[in-house]
């Protein structure tokens, strides 16, 4: 036998070898396979115990997930509901028949998303949200329809979209481009709140009427003129930002009801406007202004009132002088009210000693004042015979916990208050100290 004879020999005997060891592997992979059957057979009959639950106890769970109503989540996000949809199918085919889970939203066109979706994706919610009331945040102020970028919806869309469902409007807040106020209309029985801020003080006033909101009882406005079309007779809480024209007063005295007031960086009218209005039922006054309190303050007669805060500048200013403080016990000697709660936010001339001194006459400060500087040290107003310093754990958790159940709500309402995109750094910083200060101390207020 030759050399090439021999070679050929030797690679059929290879070919014959590897054939059997095929086999054998094909052997034990058809051995691996069934082990690995039974093994999924022995996980196919556990359950695990989340989806053991009864569809309603997880819907009911579900509920809890996004941010508390009527606060918007956003349409995508970890906050937002669709976060549900993409663990399980179970938990998908739940989500999706869960309408108080789509009953809020957020929508911002001014926020990256695909324009394309997103109107689709807001219809969406509204259709899963069935008959439930729901809450909404809309900013599409950012341009008009003629302005809108190609491809994107008209900002007007996501308004008429949502008027679709206008008798499931509960809690409404609306940044709108002057045009898009006009085409508010229609009877909105559920509505009890309602934010609007408009791009423009151009803008033709919508074709609603008072009647249309029969439950309204909360409102922010950034024009005096939108009091002309909302019932303020009914309205307990009133929120003004930047109002400086004439109307102001007018439509302060229309809101008879009032129980709290905010008032941020408005004008008061000018001296001689008057004699002080009378709000027999408004226990909180917030005012945020720089150089206003004690113009603000005397066109108020106020025997309700148990709760006032101002915010003074941030740029370094000395507002709070003993004019503030004169104009505080000339408000509470018009008024005869007990005030529980002041808070003050500034910086100035006038020290703590010097405001508890003003003020000892009324007997409700004595473990109730707080006053805030714009440095982010909120201290507990001291006694003026003690100039030590107060820690800020200790001092404001004794401020705190106050007795009285009504004044732990006016501090709530009153630190809280302030959730404005255009607030100071200064503010942000000392909303955040005090909060993490409620928490450590199990006591966190409500926003």
Same mark, same amino acid.
């Given at each position: 036998?030759?050399? +090439?004879? %021999?070679?050929?020999?030797?690679? &059929? !005997?290879?070919? /014959?070898? *590897? @054939?059997? #060891? ?72 739940? +989500?999706? %028949?869960?309408?108080?889970?789509? &009953? !809020?939203?957020? /929508?911002? *066109? @001014?926020? #990256? ?65 002057a045009e898009e106020v006009a085409?508010?209309?229609g009877p909105m029985p559920l ?6 801020? /408009? ?122 002088h003993f004019g503030h403080i ?122």
């Amino acid at each position: 036998m030759n050399d +090439a004879e %021999a070679a050929r020999a030797a690679d &059929r !005997a290879r070919i /014959v070898a *590897i @054939d059997a #060891e095929i086999l054998q592997l094909q052997e034990q992979i058809r051995l691996l396979q069934l082990e690995k059957e039974c093994f999924r057979g022995r996980l196919d009959t556990y359950r695990y115990p989340v989806l053991t639950l009864p569809n309603e106890i997880t819907s009911e769970i579900f509920v809890h997930f996004p941010p508390r109503y009527p606060d918007c989540p956003r349409l995508s996000g970890l906050k937002s509901p669709t976060t549900l949809t993409h663990v399980c199918r179970k938990w998908r085919e739940i +989500a999706l %028949a869960t309408p108080k889970l789509w &009953r !809020a939203f957020s /929508v911002d *066109i @001014d926020e #990256e998303y695909d324009e394309a979706e997103r109107l689709g994706v807001m219809q969406a919610w509204l259709d899963r949200s069935g008959s439930c009331p729901f809450s909404m945040e809309l900013v599409t102020h950012a341009y008009g329809d003629d302005e809108a970028p190609n491809g994107y919806a008209a900002p007007s869309e996501y308004l008429t979209t949502t008027l679709l469902h206008r008798e499931r409007w509960q809690h409404a807040q609306l940044h709108l481009a002057a045009e898009e106020v006009a085409l508010i209309q229609g009877p909105m029985p559920l509505l009890e709140s309602l934010s609007l801020t /408009v791009g423009d003080l151009a803008y033709t006033h919508p074709a609603a009427s008072a009647s249309d909101f029969p439950r309204l009882r909360s409102a922010t406005l950034s024009d005096a003129d939108h009091g002309n079309w909302l019932p303020l007779s009914q309205l307990t809480t009133l929120t003004l930002k930047q109002v400086c024209d004439t109307n102001y007063l007018a439509l302060l005295q229309a809101a008879v009801n009032l129980v709290h007031l905010y008032l941020i960086d408005c004008t008061p009218p000018r001296s001689g406007s008057g004699s002080p209005t009378t709000f027999t039922r408004l226990e909180t006054l917030v005012v945020k202004d720089y150089l206003c309190l004690p113009k603000t303050l005397d066109m108020f007669t106020l025997p309700a009132l148990r709760g006032l805060q101002w915010s003074g500048g941030v740029w370094g200013h000395p507002l709070i002088h003993f004019g503030h403080i004169n104009s505080v016990t000339s408000l509470i000697s018009r008024s005869g009210c007990k005030l529980q709660q002041v808070l003050f936010t500034g910086r100035g001339p006038v020290s703590e000693a010097s405001l508890r001194a003003a003020l000892r006459p009324y007997p409700p400060f004595r473990k109730s004042l707080l006053i805030v500087n714009m440095t982010g040290t909120p201290r507990h107003a001291r006694d003026s015979r003690t100039d030590s310093g107060c820690d800020l754990d200790s001092d404001l958790k004794r401020f705190l916990h106050v007795p009285n159940a009504s004044s732990e709500r006016v501090f709530r309402s009153s630190v809280w208050w302030e959730s404005t995109r255009e607030q100071e750094h200064e503010v942000v910083c000392n909303r955040n100290r005090v909060r993490d200060v409620c928490v450590r101390a199990n006591r966190c207020p409500t926003p």
